[in-house]
């Protein structure tokens, strides 16, 4: 099976934490562990502690702005686990802990991490091209560090007596999905007595980043116009609810046919689209999936809600819809949306030989 191991160094040499992935899986009734180990060196400690935390967050603005006075980030959730002195964490150790404890050696301790299930899933910003720092969006983090106490806002940490690293909580498409959706619409038009009868329809509830998405449609022109051109347009709508009712929508695709119905005429067809981050890299603040470093992204996935769950808490809901427009000869239109849903489909296992990934100091390496 897949063997990666990341590894992050602090400043001081004395932390380094090692953990075996850095994708967690949403399972709707559970959240895969967050297992990992911190090797410590427990010399000119002095009366500090080592702890280890994970933290769900929410960053809406520039992190520079922070030595200021201004604060852009807020914790949604985080836990802390005091690790030396031995304070009683003893995790069921796993084939995965036995993995990092043979790489970090006797100073190892091991940690374990249980994500609520209400929390949300990674999602990033996409950050204008003058932008700097981190993105906006929802953030996990591991953060190993040394102070006299978990969360003391009057005690200063020093950056070179931490070691963190960010990791991704995301969510798969269930294997069970339902029919697609349909919308239809009959519209009249002035200096006419019969109408334009529109029916747009999907194949399938949800689809996956990058798959090209059929939308069949079936008009019926009763008129004496003629139904000029279709259009095609698919919005990301993000609707900012943990710090202000901030909602927006901006346009991922947008495809023109130049079909045409004639009057008192039919038409039948399927035409297929395929909304992708690549034709979109330029828009500011559109929602992607959570990108750890440079690593490449797609569209962010549809938020999925279960029952009985706090929007509020999300931080960042992202969804999806259709429109298909006919444009009529003499002026206006008959328009008719479908929600979307995509995300991604479930891996399949494969097989990769063992490397690590090693940060020091801001660098990177791989063995």
């Given at each position: 099976c897949s063997k990666r191991v990341f590894k992050k160094t602090s400043g001081n040499g004395q932390l380094t934490l090692y953990l075996g992935k850095r994708d967690y899986v949403d399972h709707v009734d559970s959240v895969d562990a967050v297992e990992g180990v911190l090797k410590i060196d427990p010399a000119d400690l002095g009366d500090r502690k080592v702890w280890i935390q994970l933290a769900?967050?929410?960053?809406?603005?520039?992190?520079?702005?922070?030595?200021?006075?201004?604060?852009?980030r807020k914790d949604i959730w985080i836990q802390h686990i005091q690790l030396y002195p031995d304070a009683g964490h003893k995790p069921t150790l796993t084939e995965m802990h036995n993995t990092l404890l043979q790489k970090a050696g006797e100073q190892g301790h091991a940690f374990t991490f249980n994500i609520p299930t209400n929390l949300p899933c990674s999602v990033t910003l996409q950050p204008g091209p003058d932008d700097k720092g981190k993105a906006c969006g929802v953030d996990f983090e591991v953060k190993a560090y040394l102070a006299k106490s978990a969360d003391d806002p009057d005690e200063k940490i020093d950056k070179k007596d931490t070691c963190r690293l960010v990791i991704r909580k995301i969510?798969?498409?269930?294997?069970?999905?339902?029919?697609?959706?349909?919308?239809?619409?009959?519209?009249?038009?002035m200096m006419s007595d019969k109408p334009v009868f529109l029916e747009a329809s999907l194949d399938k509830e949800i689809y996956y980043h990058g798959d090209s998405i059929p939308v069949t449609l079936k008009i019926k022109n009763e008129t004496n116009k003629v139904v000029k051109k279709i259009k095609v347009t698919v919005d990301q709508t993000t609707d900012v609810v943990l710090y202000s009712a901030d909602k927006y929508t901006k346009n991922v695709l947008c495809e023109e046919f130049g079909e045409t119905v004639e009057g008192n005429a039919t038409f039948d067809k399927t035409l297929s689209i395929t909304p992708l981050l690549a034709n979109n890299k330029e828009k500011r603040g559109l929602a992607l999936d959570g990108r750890l470093k440079d690593e490449d992204t797609n569209l962010a996935s549809t938020t999925i809600i279960r029952s009985g769950m706090d929007k509020e808490i999300l931080g960042i809901l992202v969804s999806y819809k259709i429109k298909v427009n006919l444009m009529v000869s003499g002026g206006g239109d008959v328009t008719v949306e479908l929600p979307l849903t995509l995300m991604h489909p479930k891996p399949k296992g494969k097989k990769t030989t063992l490397f690590s990934h090693h940060y020091i100091h801001g660098k990177f390496l791989r063995n």
């Open positions: 769900c967050a929410f960053r809406y603005g520039r992190e520079d702005l922070d030595v200021i006075g201004l604060s852009f969510q798969f498409a269930p294997d069970n999905t339902g029919s697609g959706q349909k919308a239809e619409l009959c519209k009249s038009f």
